[in-house]
């Protein structure tokens, strides 16, 4: 595997969450927005990075035995350290996220890449391995959260609780500017669904998500088959004329 | 330390800010152990008997070791261990003293370590329950009632879950919504549902 297969991997073809579901505790209760989402994303890929590095750092020195608590003991080190550098310098975030920072201990995509991949390679790998499959969860994240915001409020603010380079909340996109062009007596905040900023939004947008991702796959599936039902269809047919084609010859060979 | 602390905590534990659904806790087990009812009720049983354990002893060392000597900070590592050593201790105690109990919940108990129920609640449990002013004894009583409340809730949504999608199974879904996406579908609606409760406290 190239180093470039090995980042891009973590994005579609072994998303975190949209294939092997894995980590859906924060995929469903922290995308009630695009920024917690963010937030979230950030977090993951600082602590899967860091602990995929700490562990092929450590993996000779670490007895077999004791394996999985020696993992989950690194794991928790650096999700404390993040936990208080978010309270240092982004409170707004970390209330909104609550309890959800400390159980990134327990997030199986996790403990997962440390079992499957950086017990087993080297420390250019895992630290590759750890930033791909990290966006990759953001990016699944971030989907789940643009959806959810976007039919709950029709438009995705950012500067509420990440307060980076901005010092008021800014609205980065709003379906407002579109529907503006053609009308001023409507606002979509009229008819948006506010079910998918609570809870019950989180499953049924998970759903709607998960649904797409299978309809595509059976999709692609159904089409390899008829591919394959044709190649043999050819074939057939194409043994069929060669023995024509011996019969005529061995007739004319006859006569 | 009163009753009706202990049934406000249960009740509102396990109805209003039910585990799986309002607060997205257990996604794993419920998505993972529910598609028979027998294995939903083993899986219900084994985390109520490790909640309320591991609940109990973490709200201990938090209030008696970790506070006491200013290392609170530290409460995240020492939490995920003393979870994941309870449940190995725990495997242990029924395998010598319960052989039946064993074999109904052995084989789930090893899962509950990564359960992030039982950290959530022990987590919870320590911002919402405990301050510095509130008598150890009062607060261990809160806690234990609202690992007990939570763990009932998680044990009635896994069960109620299971027993839908044991009829899912041989119902005709359309094929992109097969499997986990349906069964999205259905919490969604037990959410929902669940939603109604939140005005009878």
């Keep these: 595997m190239t180093k470039k297969e090995n980042f891009l991997k973590g994005f579609i073809k072994e998303n975190p969450i949209f294939v092997f579901l894995l980590g859906m505790c924060p995929a469903l209760a922290v995308t009630a927005t695009f920024e917690t989402s963010l937030g979230m994303g950030l977090l993951v890929i600082f602590v899967l990075t860091s602990s995929n590095v700490a562990i092929s750092l450590l993996k000779k020195y670490i007895p077999e035995e004791v394996r999985t608590p020696s993992y989950i003991v690194i794991i928790a080190t650096f999700v404390t350290v993040v936990k208080m550098l978010t309270e240092a310098y982004a409170l707004p975030l970390y209330t909104a996220l ?31 391995d750890g930033v791909g499959m990290g966006l990759g969860f953001t990016f699944a994240l971030i989907v789940i959260g643009v959806f959810r915001e976007m039919m709950a409020t029709g438009s995705i603010v950012y500067g509420e609780y990440l307060k980076f380079f901005v010092d008021a909340p800014i609205t980065l996109f709003s379906l407002d500017w579109i529907i503006g062009l053609f009308t001023n007596n409507f606002s979509i905040t009229e008819i948006s669904l506010g079910m998918f900023s609570l809870p019950p939004g989180a499953f049924i947008a998970l759903a709607f998500i998960l649904a797409f991702m299978q309809f595509r796959k059976h999709k692609r599936v159904q089409r390899e088959i008829e591919e394959k039902k044709r190649m043999i269809e050819e074939k057939k047919k194409a043994a069929l004329a060669k023995k024509a084609a011996a019969a005529t010859l061995q007739k004319a060979g006859a006569n | 330390m009163s009753w009706t602390v202990f049934a406000t905590a249960i009740i509102s534990a396990m109805l209003i800010n039910n585990v799986i659904l309002m607060q997205f806790l257990g996604i794993c087990p419920f998505l993972g152990v529910s598609k028979k009812t027998s294995s939903a009720i083993g899986m219900s049983a084994a985390v109520m008997f490790v909640m309320v354990i591991a609940s109990m002893v973490t709200y201990t060392i938090y209030d008696l070791i970790l506070y006491r000597y200013g290392i609170p900070y530290i409460s995240t590592i020492a939490f995920i261990l003393v979870i ?12 010598k003293f319960s052989k039946s109990l064993y074999k109904s919940l052995g084989i789930y108990l090893p899962l509950i370590t990564t359960n992030c129920a039982i950290l959530g609640v022990s987590e919870a449990n320590i911002t919402n329950v405990w301050s510095s002013t509130t008598p150890f004894f009062n607060g261990l009583f809160e806690a234990t009632a609202i690992a007990f409340g939570t763990s009932l809730g998680f044990g009635l949504i896994i069960f109620a879950f299971s027993s839908i999608r044991e009829k ?19 919490a969604g609606i037990m959410s929902m549902a669940f939603f109604g409760l939140a005005g009878i406290i």
Excluded: H
Aim: hydrophobic letters at 55%.
């Design chain 2, 84 to 95: 994941a050593s309870l449940v190995q201790l725990v495997e242990m105690i029924l395998k």
């Design chain 2, 168 to 186: 899912l199974e041989s119902s005709n879904v359309p094929e992109a919504w097969k499997g986990v996406p349906i069964s999205l579908v259905v």
């Design chain 1, 98 to 128: 609550g309890v959800f920072i400390p159980l990134i201990v327990v997030n199986c995509l996790i403990l997962g890449r440390a079992e499957a991949f950086a017990s087993k390679n080297n420390v250019v790998d895992s630290a590759i």
